[in-house]
């Protein structure tokens, strides 16, 4: 077996909608190389993959060439851990209606093994490998951004399930009845509500029935965005308060129904909608402890991740790159 | 290490509110000797466990001595995998308002190791170790009897979460607007619905506001239960039916919401419920496929326990016993 020493760094790589960020990382968290590549500009998976191997080689080089590579790991959407194939991402223009076997054609053009798994699991694996979840074998993390995602580890393993598809939190349903309809195709979900697309629209939804003022009526329906909503609830507004707390709710609400499930040591929260804060996490916390059975009551941690924004995701992409 | 030949017997014990039973098992699933305590003519853990040691000895003889028994494995009522304590179970006299460190008692006393866990958690594993699991990784087994239990096994183990007590899918909120109370505290638990006794208020409740004629209106409220519902369906009662069609298309929703969590290749259903056959599984399916989200349609499988009803909570508690 190669050792760490001699094989000290991994590739990292948080495959999203826009970007294709890379981190060539050591075993103590350092990115110390980065490139990234614009994941629209190419119309089929080969030439994307093209793109990157050649953005790469510098960086592969500056380490001291491919045999100092342990392996890669990526984070993508509708990444199947089992198959190593994303499978029809309609974010992605090249795998839109199709399978990419991304992993096998990475690790053939570049003479390492490669991982992939979706990017709610790559964060998970990061927490476990750098953040605030080391030395945690049972956790949850949810992704706050365009929608709500989830890495669920029980054991001390990632919850792949028998297909490699598990872990999708964000679409239990909240709502049975006329719930929001949500990019899944079904109603209800609790992405439909809690992502940051959620919140906005939760927000245009109580300035419409509502008649308080608010200074959130200066913005047009379409410039709402979250981080609009906590500047507001920052400054006092009252019905930003509210949208927040409508949010919290709910969160806490489907954490305690995730409880009896895995019955986590900890809930750690990523992405965007976290730079709210305890505007987004007293809520959760308040209604976590009034839904979840008594015998949860008061034993799980809600944090929000350790690891740094920019960083993070191509961070849990490299705790994969170990496991390969 | 000892090896199977040298200790080819396990004992199982299914501990219920009503019964202790015991049986001794070989690797094969077969119970080669069977005992019973009364759960309830004890007034402390200690005279009960007293009482079943006595019970057993004459077992062990008859299997050639303690040092033949490579372990033994319990299933019961708020049992705690990880503390090895029943914690406050309100179904037993000695344990209802106390924590009882009941596998160190047998262990102390027999002179075994000693693995417990609830009911449903010794289900799954006795499903996987002798039953329609075997050879499954990640699979869910509930158990629908007096109360709603699940065992959830990913990545090959039980899912036992961070305190012990995970794997409670009765709990998860169906009806978050009036929901039915339930025995934990709270309001709305799948439970409440679709428990043996939650099909029997079912039929009391439609009974009540709908006035068709039905074969059940000739029973006492108090007669009704899920057994005489699921005999008045089979003899083409209309009210009846749609008694199971209410009860399966909530499990269906219910085992939507977890195959987001955990993607199992099965869901395995156990306890007297069952006995309804395809009167309660029809509709379980056809929820679940209606209500799944797309990418995992069509992928799991719904089965009822291969187990023999008899012994299947013995031999759960018997595998168990293989893992100390």
Redesign the interface.
Known sequence: MVTDTERPYVIGLDLGGTNAVFGIVDRDANIVAQTSVKTQDYSTAESFVDACVKALQPLIEQVGGIERIYGMGAGAP?ANYHTGCI?KAPNLVWAKDRKVPLAGMFSERLGIKVNITNDANAAALGEMEYGCAKG????IVITLGTGVGSG?V??G?L???????????G??????ENGRPCG???KGCLEAYCSATGVARTAREMLEKDSRPSLLRDLKPEEIDSYRVFKAAEAGDELAKEIFDFTGNMLG?AC??????????AYIFFGGLCKSGDMLMDPIKKSYEE?V????KG?AKFLFSTLDGAGAAVLGAAALGWTV
Chains 1, 2 share one sequence.
């Open positions: 509708n499978e945690m074998k049972d956790f669920i029980a054991n393993q919850v792949c399930g028998h297909d490699g598809l598990a872990g999708e939190l679409h239990v349903i909240m709502v049975r899944c195709g079904r609400e305690a129904d995730f409880t009896v499930f895995s019955s986590p040591e839904n059975m008594p015998i949860y034993k």
